[in-house]
């Protein structure tokens, strides 16, 4: 089957190796030339995967029967709507539907519309006043967000990054530089607990889910430092974390497939593709953080290099709508995701230096690379501003993993860093305590 990828990151390497593993037929549409992705592929373009009208002309040229969409951009551009109108097979949601992430005004609402647990206390508004006397009245801290997307970075949170009168001027900024590219803010309770990410494979009806993963969004070792993409996650044997629950997985899963209903009652449309639900496990049960519309990125990775089904199957359903519960099934191992990123990221980081990823070494060690924001120039392999290669270490603990996805961060050559204790024992029980003494 020919397959097309959409993006150029370590998540669409990891799709793109995963349709190949099992045996499609790749062509790429990306930004930059990812060499991961470039090497695997029958034939790849580079263009601009924001314009639905030049990804469905490479489409139409080359026979495309089935097309996986891996960022968010192209899916709130409307890719996923002019590749499916013209009748190939989509693994990414519509427009309308994407604005579950896409929108963050839609998606709460929704949320509240339709009863669906797990919906923290929010506001959505349209002007600073009524947002600053909401900020005023609320007696705690707030997440505040654009409600538009920002790459991830435009959440602040009260209590750690601003006090209250920061709020206040950070919601101003947001309206006053159109932050999100939507004239909105939504503002809710700040949720306390241990975070965890469950991705879904949906096929419009059915919602099959992987192995629950956490994700370190700080910069540097034991949670401190800048936001930043996500620097490490890990996963671990079975669908379970260490310091969560079955009934936080079945909680989450459930909230999950009301959303998937809930989003077509709303939209008309039906939801195809990814949906990477981003929860809380909190004192009171498992809240939604947020919704995206694609697969994680580190958190892909980790599901994707223990995948027992075949990826083109499991595409070929979830854009035909005819996935089943038991299409999805995962190889019972650990998975320990660490990224290598150039000194100074996020804030500062040193741009364009070459790098060199001894594939064979990482391999034989039982890890998967993956490239990243990288691009191949001239045979020579250079970095970006964000983050350049990842290496999944897979075995039967989480902390072998860890061994493994550590001892490969000596197999990549260039100026990078990474954090040393993702995966490891310490940190482990660090989130276990933490559990317990949120649980009581
Ligand atoms: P997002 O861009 O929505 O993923 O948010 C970025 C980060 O902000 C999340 O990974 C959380 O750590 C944090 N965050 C977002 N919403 C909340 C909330 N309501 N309470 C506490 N932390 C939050
Ligand atoms: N790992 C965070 C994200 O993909 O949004």
Same mark, same amino acid.
């Given at each position: 089957?020919?397959?097309?990828?959409?993006?150029?990151?370590?998540?669409?390497?990891?799709?793109?190796?995963?349709?190949?593993?099992?045996?499609?037929?790749?062509?790429?549409?990306?930004?930059?030339?990812?060499?991961?992705?470039?090497?695997?592929?029958?034939?790849?373009?580079?263009?601009?995967?924001?314009?639905?009208?030049?990804?469905?002309?490479?489409?139409?040229?080359?026979?495309?029967?089935?097309?996986?969409?891996?960022?968010?951009?192209?899916?709130?551009?409307?890719?996923?709507?002019?590749?499916?109108?013209?009748?190939?097979?989509?693994?990414?949601?519509?427009?309308?539907?994407?604005?579950?992430?896409?929108?963050?005004?839609?998606?709460?609402?929704?949320?509240?519309?339709?009863?669906?647990?797990?919906?923290?206390?929010?506001?959505?508004?349209?002007?600073?006043?009524?947002?600053?006397?909401?900020?005023?009245?609320?007696?705690?801290?707030?997440?505040?967000?654009?409600?538009?997307?920002?790459?991830?970075?435009?959440?602040?949170?009260?209590?750690?990054?601003?006090?209250?009168?920061?709020?206040?001027?950070?919601?101003?900024?947001?309206?006053?530089?159109?932050?999100?590219?939507?004239?909105?803010?939504?503002?809710?309770?700040?949720?306390?607990?241990?975070?965890?990410?469950?991705?879904?494979?949906?096929?419009?009806?059915?919602?099959?889910?992987?192995?629950?993963?956490?994700?370190?969004?700080?910069? =540097?070792?034991?949670?401190?430092?800048?936001?930043?993409?996500?620097?490490?996650?890990?996963?671990?044997?079975?669908?379970?974390?260490?310091?969560?629950?079955?009934?936080?997985?079945?909680?989450?899963?459930?909230?999950?497939?009301?959303?998937?209903?809930?989003?077509?009652?709303?939209?008309?449309?039906?939801?195809?593709?990814?949906?990477?639900?981003?929860?809380?496990?909190?004192?009171?049960?498992?809240?939604?953080?947020?919704?995206?519309?694609?697969?994680?990125?580190?958190?892909?990775?980790?599901?994707?290099?223990?995948?027992?089904?075949?990826?083109?199957?499991?595409?070929?359903?979830?854009?035909?709508?005819?996935?089943?519960?038991?299409?999805?099934?995962?190889?019972?191992?650990?998975?320990?995701?660490?990224?290598?990123?150039?000194?100074?990221?996020?804030?500062?980081?040193?741009?364009?230096?070459?790098?060199?990823?001894?594939?064979?070494?990482?391999?034989?060690?039982?890890?998967?690379?993956?490239?990243?924001?990288?691009?191949?120039?001239?045979?020579?392999?250079?970095?970006?501003?964000?983050?350049?290669?990842?290496?999944?270490?897979?075995?039967?603990?989480?902390?072998?993993?860890?061994?493994?996805?550590?001892?490969?961060?000596? =197999?990549?050559?260039?100026?990078?860093?990474?954090?040393?204790?993702?995966?490891?024992?310490?940190?482990?029980?660090?989130?276990?305590?933490?559990?317990?003494?949120?649980?009581?």
């Amino acid at each position: 089957m020919r397959v097309l990828v959409v993006g150029n990151g370590a998540r669409e390497h990891a799709i793109a190796k995963a349709l190949n593993d099992s045996g499609g037929e790749l062509y790429g549409f990306m930004n930059a030339v990812n060499p991961g992705i470039s090497r695997i592929c029958r034939d790849y373009t580079v263009g601009d995967i924001l314009n639905p009208g030049k990804v469905f002309e490479y489409s139409r040229k080359k026979g495309v029967e089935l097309a996986v969409i891996g960022p968010e951009a192209p899916l709130g551009a409307g890719v996923a709507d002019a590749l499916e109108d013209a009748g190939i097979l989509c693994v990414g949601p519509r427009k309308s539907p994407a604005r579950l992430e896409t929108d963050k005004s839609f998606a709460r609402p929704l949320m509240q519309k339709y009863n669906i647990r797990g919906c923290p206390a929010f506001g959505v508004f349209d002007n600073k006043e009524d947002a600053c006397s909401y900020i005023d009245d609320f007696g705690g801290d707030l997440a505040i967000k654009p409600a538009g997307l920002t790459g991830g970075k435009g959440v602040a949170i009260m209590g750690e990054h601003f006090d209250l009168d920061g709020a206040k001027k950070y919601v101003c900024e947001i309206f006053d530089t159109n932050m999100g590219k939507i004239p909105k803010v939504v503002l809710e309770e700040r949720l306390v607990g241990e975070e965890f990410t469950l991705q879904g494979f949906v096929d419009g009806k059915t919602v099959v889910g992987a192995p629950m993963v956490q994700d370190h969004k700080r910069a =540097y070792d034991g949670d401190v430092g800048p936001n930043t993409g996500g620097m490490g996650s890990y996963t671990d044997k079975g669908y379970i974390l260490p310091f969560l629950t079955q009934k936080d997985y079945d909680d989450g899963l459930a909230i999950m497939r009301d959303t998937i209903e809930a989003v077509e009652k709303e939209t008309g449309e039906r939801y195809r593709g990814f949906l990477y639900g981003q929860f809380m496990a909190t004192k009171d049960g498992v809240k939604v953080i947020e919704y995206n519309a694609r697969l994680g990125d580190p958190e892909a990775m980790n599901i994707l290099s223990i995948l027992e089904s075949s990826m083109v199957d499991v595409c070929e359903k979830i854009g035909a709508g005819s996935l089943g519960e038991n299409d999805v099934s995962f190889k019972n191992n650990a998975t320990v995701c660490k990224y290598l990123v150039p000194h100074g990221y996020p804030t500062n980081p040193l741009k364009n230096l070459e790098i060199n990823v001894d594939e064979a070494k990482i391999k034989s060690a039982g890890a998967i690379p993956y490239y990243a924001a990288v691009r191949e120039e001239s045979g020579k392999i250079l970095t970006s501003s964000s983050r350049a290669v990842a290496v999944v270490g897979v075995s039967d603990t989480i902390e072998a993993a860890e061994k493994i996805a550590e001892e490969c961060m000596n =197999y990549v050559d260039g100026n990078l860093i990474h954090r040393k204790d993702i995966g490891t024992k310490e940190l482990i029980k660090k989130r276990i305590d933490h559990m317990r003494q949120i649980r009581g």
